[in-house]
C-alpha cells in the first residue's frame, strides 16, 4: 500500500530533526575544559598579593568567566559562603586538614555541598603499611561521616606526604573505608604534587579513575619525578602529554587550577593558566595551532620538601 503523503512527510521531519539533534548534541557536548567545568584554587588572602575579601574575590571570579572556587582561608567561613551566593559562585571544595566543627555548621546551615579535601598526616609515623592503611582509615572516617551528613564527598588529595602521595595508597584506604560502609570518598588528584614517571602515568591514571572526584592541573617538568613548582599551564613540558591522557580517558569530573603565588595578584595568576589551558586545548586538537608556547612570567613558588616546616602566612590552610 502507498504510504499517505502527509504520514510521509511527518517520517521525513523527525528523521531530519532527530539527525539534527544527535549532530547538535555531539558538537555541543560539554568540554571538561569549559570554563564552567574549571575551579580556581588557593585565591584566598594568604596567597592573593591583593589580599581580597569575600566579595572582591567573587567579582574576580565572575570577570574571569568562572563560577567555581576551592576556599582555603579562615575565619570568616559565613562571609565566604554568603558572598558566593550572592554572585552565583559555588564553593566547589574546602581545603580540610582536620575536623573542622565551624566548617561543618556553616555547610550545613548554608545548604552547600562542597568537597572536603584532606591531605595525609604527619602525626601518624607507622612505617608498616598495613598498619598506615589502618590509622589513615581511622583518621579520615569521622571525617567522612562528617560529610556524608551533609550529602558530601571527602577527596584524599596528594599534597606533601610522601606516603600519602602515592595513588595506590590512597586506593587502599577508600577500599578500607569501603569494608566499612564508607563510600562517600575519593581521589583528589594534583599535577604539582606528583613525583612518577611519565611512562607510567596513563597506566596510574586509569588505576585512579574510578575513584576520581577532581583533577588540579599545573606545569610538569619533563622529569616529572622532580617535585614541580607552581607553575602556569602549558609553560613547561610534560603537561600536554599528562593533560591529553586525562581528556582521552573519557572522565569528566571537575579541573581545577592553581594559583598560590602569595605575592602575584590571584587575578593575574588564575588568568596565566587559562591562557595555558587553552593553548594546550588548542594543541591536543592540532599540534602547533595554538601558536607561541606559554611562558611562566613570575618567579616560580617552589613547594617546601615533606619534612620541613610549613611557615606560610596561614599554617592551617597551606597547599
Known sequence: MK??????LCLLTI???????????AADAPSIFDRKNISALWIAAPWDAKKRGPEERMK??????????????????????????????EIAAWWYPARNPQI???TKRHGIHPQFWVAGSRAITVTND???IEAEAARIRPIAE???ALGCQVGLYNHREPWFEEQDHQIAIIERLRLDGVTNVGIVFNFHHWRGSLAEFPALFKRIQPYLIAVNLNGMKADTSQYP??????????ELAMIRVVEASGWRGPIGVIHERPTVDAAEGIRGNLQGLEWIQKEMHQPGSGGPKPQETTAPVLPKSASSTNAQPDTKNSK
Open 3 to 8: 504510504p499517505h503523503p502527509l504520514a510521509s
Open 15 to 25: 528523521v531530519i530533526f532527530a539527525t539534527a539533534s544527535a549532530k547538535l548534541t
Open 60 to 89: 574576580m571570579l565572575r570577570a574571569l568567566g568562572l563560577s567555581r572556587f576551592a576556599y582555603n582561608g579562615s575565619g570568616a567561613v559565613d562571609a565566604e559562603i554568603e558572598a558566593a551566593k550572592k554572585h552565583g559562585i
Open 104 to 106: 561543618v555548621e556553616s
Open 130 to 132: 598495613a598498619e598506615r
Open 146 to 148: 562528617d560529610a556524608a
Open 229 to 238: 613548582g607552581v607553575r602556569y599551564i602549558g609553560s613547561d613540558e610534560s
